[in-house]
């Protein structure tokens, strides 16, 4: 039988997906399953996307120009500009989705073999799209018990070697829900400079900062013009996780030229994405406010109750729509399939997602998990009174 390759072998299983064949099973007993584990809005997708696809008239559906059509680049420069970001048409390539983003910066910045530092926990992905590109991730431990914090210079540091080439974060965090100040953007750039790195920047929540805080672009700091690289995308700003497009957004010319080279190697990002995507970008400011404000809402009952638990800490997010918990548990692993095979309340479950998974460092995060508020209030409730009584009777609890 021919052999699969050692890089298809070594390819994480998602952390978040994994568990779905016992969430089906449980369905299928009559259970009703609380999705805390995928970052799946249920907030509404904007009316004008939704009727730019509808209204969509060509015959043909075309290709797009590889770096996705002009108007909609010049629509996103036009959206950054209105930010305090200063970029044109030509610094922005619209890719599938922020995932192919984040693939075509990999590939661009690093060859196999070389090193990317990531703050961890991070999005699960990064393991598989660093798999995919051959790159080695170094891990730098962030704690739970100040927030996810930003590590010293010192740490960092450490890390760096002649193999190192870039640091990657997710700003606000997935799965942690940190939001980057100024300062620690600033002690990036001097890390990066001193060392000549790329440092990527993951922006997707961009719009969802809360309790005063703001948002801090990579692409905003002065002398990082060719270091800094912005991932973005459609899918949770506006929530249309299904248009898959997103973009690379860098004021460097050289890393541009190279991204559009694997942009035309894939031919074009998905024309229907694109439209919805331009479109969406006419969305009121009064949209983001009111999502905004349901999304802090929702923290506030999940963070009060999960800390009302015994045993459970969880830091209050500063930003996007996850949090880390920690449990009093063995494995979390093993918790969340007991809760979908073994444990209901009345008939209901939950559904979370181990947060090892979102740690590249082994045996890191084994009694946490990350919980999405992508669900109402009156969900989140039943949620943690679920969680509440799962934990009182499970087997492994520490």
Known sequence: ?????????????????????????????????????????????????????????????????????????????????????????????????????????????????????????????????????????????????????????????????????????????????????????????????????FLIADEVYREFAYDGNVHHSVLNIEGLENNSIVIDSTSKRYSMCGIRVGCVVSKNKEFMATVMKFAQARLSPPTFGQIAGEAALQTDASYFNEVSAEYVNRRDVLIKGLNNIEGVICPKPKGAFYAIAQLPVDDTDKFAQWLLEDFDLNGETIMVAPAAGFYSTINAGINQVRIAYVLNVGALQSAINILEAALKVYPGRM
């Open 1 to 197: 039988m021919p052999k699969i390759s050692n890089k298809g072998i070594s390819m994480p299983e998602s952390p978040i997906r994994k568990l779905v064949p016992f969430a089906e099973k449980a369905k299928k007993e009559g259970k009703k399953v609380y999705h805390l584990n995928i970052g799946q809005p249920d907030i509404k997708t904007p009316e004008v996307a939704l009727k730019a696809i509808h209204d969509f008239s060509n015959k043909v559906v075309e290709y797009s120009h590889s770096a996705g059509f002009e108007t909609y680049r010049k629509g996103l420069a036009s959206y950054y500009n209105n930010l305090g970001i200063v970029v044109d048409q030509n610094d922005i390539i619209v890719t599938t989705g922020g995932s192919e983003a984040l693939l075509f910066t990999l590939n661009s910045c690093l060859d196999s073999g070389d090193e990317i530092i990531i703050p961890e926990p991070f999005y699960a992905n990064y393991n598989g799209f660093s798999t995919s590109a051959g790159v080695t991730v170094k891990p730098i431990a962030t704690t739970i018990e100040n927030g996810f914090a930003l590590p010293e210079i010192e740490e960092f540091e450490k890390l760096i070697t002649t193999k190192t080439k870039a640091i990657l974060i997710c700003n606000p965090g997935n799965p942690t829900g940190y939001l980057y100040s100024k300062e620690e953007l600033e002690t990036l750039k001097n890390i990066v400079l001193k060392h000549d790195l």
